[in-house]
């Protein structure tokens, strides 16, 4: 199965700086066509996750451009500029290349 | 609008078996896939398993013994079944819409299942 590390665990930040995030494959997420298929998500307390980056890269439909994916291989990146109160929460990482699908543990974005 | 929503049995006997409908509206079954999700209390997310537009499954190696994942194309309906629960399998159970390149894109509400005697 593909592992995937996320860190840091939990992120405090001050509203309007900038969060990275972190996701790491224990194995290549590149398939045999040359596509990458690793998503992000938010979920606010309460909820179900949101998509917000599909295939490293793409945001999905309504996701603002303070989000942006980048990545490959096995290290994958979520930066958010700007950081505002609507953006905390606990932020995933998925691979759907491999079967299992597989989950990162979790980042949670709190204020600092 | 596309929508899934959960329903379960909300407290299962350990031993006894799990069965969760997944009610979606705004796709069909026959063009996309659904996939099922769980999440214990205050913990992260495992992918259990898939069902594709074509009836086709992927499952979870870890749990490919007791899960089965069916559909009705013409009642919107897909359905999960998870046999002899123990106390671990306490989570919430999400179904999500499937298909590449975005994988799961909307989500269900979730249904809290607790494996209790």
């Known amino acids: 199965d593909a592992v995937m590390t996320q860190t840091p665990l939990s992120l405090p930040v001050s509203l309007g700086d900038q969060a990275s995030i972190s996701c790491r494959s224990s194995?290549?997420?590149?398939?045999?066509?040359?596509?990458?298929?690793l998503n992000w998500y938010l979920q606010k307390p309460g909820q179900s996750p949101q998509l917000l980056i599909y295939?490293?890269?793409n945001r999905f439909s309504g996701v603002l451009d303070r989000f942006s994916g980048s990545g490959s291989g096995t290290d994958f990146t979520l930066k958010i500029s700007r950081v505002e109160a609507e953006d905390l929460g606990v932020y995933f990482c998925?691979?759907?290349?491999?079967?299992?699908?597989?989950f990162g543990g979790g980042t949670k974005l709190e204020i600092k | 609008q596309v929508q899934l929503k959960e329903s379960g049995p909300g407290l299962v006997a350990p031993s006894q078996s799990l069965s969760i409908t997944c009610t979606v509206s705004?796709?069909?079954?026959?063009?996309?896939?659904v996939s099922w999700v769980r999440q214990p209390p205050g913990k992260g997310l495992e992918w259990l398993g898939v069902?594709?537009?074509?009836?086709?499954?992927n499952y979870h190696s870890a749990l490919i013994s007791r899960l089965s994942i069916s559909k009705d194309n013409s009642k919107s309906q897909v359905f999960l079944k998870l046999n002899s629960l123990q106390t671990d399998d306490t989570a919430t159970y999400y179904c999500?819409?499937?298909?590449?390149?975005?994988?799961?894109?909307?989500w269900g509400q979730g249904t809290s299942v607790t494996v209790s005697s």
């Open positions: 999500a819409k499937e298909k590449l390149p975005y994988a799961m894109d909307y």
């Open positions: 705004g796709f069909s079954l026959t063009s996309y896939g």
């Open positions: 069902i594709w537009g074509d009836g086709s499954t």
């Open positions: 194995q290549s997420l590149e398939n045999s066509n040359g596509n990458t298929y």
């Open positions: 295939r490293v890269s």
């Open positions: 998925l691979q759907v290349t491999h079967v299992p699908y597989t």
